[in-house]
């Protein structure tokens, strides 16, 4: 029996998780849920974006499953990442046959350093304007590339490309791209390049079946990965994993989307596809194959899609389809 901390959050984040509960009840999988409160809702009922007790029951959980936040965003999942040590984040970024994706020959996936870059937050106001700091550690570079490598390995993909603006943040993203190669030297059967982030975003564009692992700091990652869902349909489709030493979060990439919350029309795909990854991260190898082939099978029958995706189905009849399909 697996212990899950269930984090729904706030908008969409709540209707997703309905349906990606519903989707794990289906695999005879033994899970103990316990939900708990983060978010702009909670802030306003409680006082706190991210209360004790949840922080608290996210530590002492097996994995921890979270919809989304609103505008505490930053207190809510930025904070867990930190407070869990959850330093790898990966998104993978793959298209179904048959959608509206851009590419129909997508599958590549984005290693985001998840504890520090931008995202540190540490900003201030000055006489003329205002600072944040942006902080590249060598270890936390070196395990966020070794994690990329590996993860080549285990998965066989054949390439890590490291990105990064090293021509003009020479110190900190000097720092990323010297770590890339020192740990490239350990991996000698996996190929390895480099690319700038600004060249990244258009190669995401003009070549994406280039990409097969990419391996990035903090910012960068969040902006290349919904990048990697617009060339794929959308937000709806594209989940994650945030991986520490002593625990795990998985989530959608997508926030609460205040403009069709409450409409039931959110896709869930994303939010079932982090449950898939959370199901593989426990070993859990068999429910996680049959929910992606449920969702492949439900993709390709089109007759019950969300709006994003072409259809006019709920958020619910998706999931409940994706769930009579496993
Ligand atoms: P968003 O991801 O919530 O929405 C962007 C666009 O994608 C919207 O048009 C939305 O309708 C669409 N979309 C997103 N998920 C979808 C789904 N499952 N099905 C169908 N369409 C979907 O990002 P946005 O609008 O920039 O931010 C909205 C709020 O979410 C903000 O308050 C932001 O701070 C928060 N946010 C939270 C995140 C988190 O909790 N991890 C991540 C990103 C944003
Ligand atoms: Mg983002």
Avoid at 142 to 163: N, P, S
Avoid at 193 to 213: E, G, I, R, S
């Amino acid at each position: 029996m697996y212990k899950i901390a269930v984090i729904p959050g706030d908008g969409i984040g709540k209707e997703v998780m309905e349906g990606a509960i519903d989707v794990l009840e289906g695999t005879g999988v033994e899970f103990s849920f316990t939900y708990e409160n983060a978010g702009d809702e909670c802030l306003k009922d409680c006082g706190y974006a991210l209360p004790d007790d949840t922080l608290a029951l996210a530590k002492k959980s097996d994995a921890v499953l979270f919809g989304a936040a609103g505008e505490t965003a930053a207190d809510v999942i930025v904070r867990l990442r930190q407070e869990l040590d959850l330093y790898a984040n990966l998104r993978p970024v793959k298209s179904y046959p048959g959608t509206n994706a851009i590419f129909q020959d997508i599958d590549f996936m984005i290693v985001r350093e998840n504890t520090e870059g931008m995202y540190i937050g540490v900003e201030s106001e000055n006489k003329d304007g205002a600072t944040a700091k942006r902080l590249i550690t060598h270890k936390a570079s070196q395990k966020i590339c070794d994690y990329a490598f590996k993860y080549a390995i285990t998965t066989g993909r054949k390439r890590v490309t490291g990105v990064h603006k090293a021509n003009v943040l020479k110190i900190t993203d000097g720092l990323f791209k010297k770590t890339f190669y020192e740990v490239a030297e350990k991996y000698d059967t996996i190929e390895s390049n480099d690319y700038y982030v600004d060249a990244t975003a258009m190669y995401l564009l003009t070549k994406p079946q280039f990409f097969d692992v990419i391996v990035t700091t903090n910012l960068y990652g969040d902006i290349l990965s919904d990048e990697g869902a617009g060339i794929v349909g959308g937000l709806g489709l594209i989940p994650s994993a945030n991986i520490g030493d002593k625990g795990a979060l998985f989530e959608p990439v997508h926030g609460s989307a205040p403009d069709i919350a409450g409409q039931s029309k959110a896709n869930p795909i994303a939010m079932i596809l982090s449950a898939k990854m959370m199901l593989e991260f426990l070993g859990e190898n068999e429910s996680a194959k049959a929910i992606d082939e449920a969702v492949l099978k439900v993709i390709t029958q089109k007759n019950i899609l969300t709006p994003d995706m072409g259809g006019n189905s709920t958020t619910k009849d998706l999931a409940k389809s994706i769930k009579n399909n496993l």
